[in-house]
Nanobody
Framework: QVQVVESGGGLVQAGGSLRLSCVAS????????MGWHRQVPGNQRELVAT???????NYADSVKGRFTISRDNAKNTVYLQMNSLKPEDTAVYYC?????????WGQGTQVTVSS
């Protein structure tokens, strides 16, 4: 079993920055792609960014140029640096980690951007 725990959410004004962190632990060897998704109540969960063990990244168009995903493979940790935040970035942000073709999710961390 793999446990995934996010941290770093909070309240920030529009134009500000936040950095989210996510650690995968437990049977965390052979962790593959890690990523961030977000969800607003009443909407589907949407992909924000993913990163492979080799460092290849993928971003949603809505966050390109503002968000940066990175990871520390030795620590099974992934980060999401969010700059130039907008009110529409307000959501619960979820981290996930892939291991042996199974996906493990965290409980989420709230990000609120005030206008």
């Amino acid at each position: 079993q793999v446990q995934v725990v996010e941290s770093g959410g909070g309240l920030v004004q529009a134009g500000g920055s936040l950095r989210l962190s996510c650690v995968a632990s437990g049977r965390a060897f052979s962790i593959g792609t890690m990523g961030w998704h977000r969800q607003v109540p009443g909407n589907q969960r949407e992909l924000v960014a993913t990163i492979t063990t080799g460092g290849s990244t993928n971003y949603a168009d809505s966050v390109k140029g503002r968000f940066t995903i990175s990871r520390d493979n030795a620590k099974n940790t992934v980060y999401l640096q969010m700059n130039s935040l907008k009110p529409e970035d307000t959501a619960v942000y979820y981290c996930n980690a892939e291991r042996l073709w199974q996906y493990y999710w965290g409980q989420g961390t709230q990000v609120t951007v005030s206008s």
